[in-house]
């Protein structure tokens, strides 16, 4: 079936470095797509999403890069921070369905 | 965005026995729905938790083996019956209106562990 792929399982960077985490997913049907943080005990939370009508969104340090052509999104973290260290997992939904579909996620270490 | 609230937040079981895990949301939502996460893995869907009938069960999962209730559009219950160490996971519940323009929130997650 379908499915969405992470290229890093971890990723280590100091704290106050950009951070990047990939996602590749294979639906062309895909329509929207989300980022979730998950901090070690706890649930999944939103952090950002973003249709496919647009390329980029920004929020509060994080940006969301969507390349519809080779099907892939990005999270790029500005300045990371030691609270930033969690499992973050891309999830995308298509046709109308509310129910997405995750990636395998993405854990981030950040030393102080 | 709605604030998800479950119970019990871990427990430590023995075969063959049941464990019911109860879920609360804030506020009235459309969708509720149940998920595991095996240990460093991502989520997979269970069931779709239904309001007044029965849930829509994932391919792998049947409602013998997880039976589910949602009996009010705040509240749903997932028992995981007779319970074998490949049960040990984490369980958790998400709710949303359902609406192309919102997304899922979890709950915490419950921490179960069969011995």
């Known amino acids: 079936g379908e499915s969405v792929g992470l290229h890093l399982p971890t990723l280590s960077v100091q704290e106050g470095d950009n951070s990047i985490i990939n996602c590749a997913y294979s639906?062309?049907?895909?329509?929207?797509f989300i980022w979730y943080k998950q901090e070690s005990g706890k649930g999944p939370q939103f952090i950002i999403d973003?249709?496919?009508?647009?390329d980029k969104r920004q929020g509060q340090r994080v940006t969301v890069l969507l390349n519809k052509t080779v099907k892939h999104l990005s999270l790029q973290i500005a300045a990371t921070q030691p609270g930033d260290s969690a499992v973050y997992f891309c999830?995308?939904?298509?046709?109308?369905?509310?129910?997405?579909?995750f990636g395998r996620g993405t854990s981030l270490i950040v030393h102080p | 965005s709605a604030v998800i609230s479950q119970k019990p937040s871990r427990d430590i079981c023995q075969r063959g026995t049941s464990l019911t895990i109860q879920c609360q949301v804030d506020s009235q939502v459309t969708m509720m729905f149940w998920y595991r996460q095996q240990p460093g893995q991502s989520l997979t869907l269970i069931a779709t938790?239904?309001?007044?009938?029965?849930?829509?069960?994932e391919s792998g999962f049947v409602i013998d083996k997880f039976p589910i209730s949602r009996p009010n559009l705040t509240f749903s219950t997932l028992t995981v019956s007779n319970m074998s160490p490949e049960d040990s996971s984490i369980y958790l519940c998400s709710a949303g209106s359902g609406s192309s323009t919102d997304t899922q929130y979890f709950g915490p997650g419950t921490r179960l562990t069969v011995l």
């Open positions: 973003i249709r496919s009508n647009m």
């Open positions: 938790a239904n309001q007044g009938s029965e849930a829509t069960y």
């Open positions: 639906n062309s049907a895909s329509d929207y």
């Open positions: 999830a995308e939904r298509s046709g109308g369905s509310y129910i997405p579909t």
